[in-house]
């Protein structure tokens, strides 16, 4: 029983890791974005 709660855990700490670098990669690429369009402003401004 010890077991399947370790695994259990484990499994959890696993997809919360995947959320927050889901997370993190979400950030960046609209960051990314928002650099391009306002980069994109300012030569065109």
């Known amino acids: 029983m010890k077991e399947r709660i370790t695994v259990t855990t484990r499994q959890a700490v696993n997809d919360f890791a995947a959320a927050c670098i889901g997370a993190l ?3 960046a690429a609209i960051g990314a974005v928002e650099i391009v ?3 994109l402003l ?3 401004g």
Do not use: L, N, T
Request: hydrophobic content about 80%; cysteine-free; aromatic content about 0%.
């Open 25 to 27: 990669a979400v950030g």
């Open 42 to 44: 300012a030569s065109a």
């Open 37 to 39: 369009i306002v980069a």
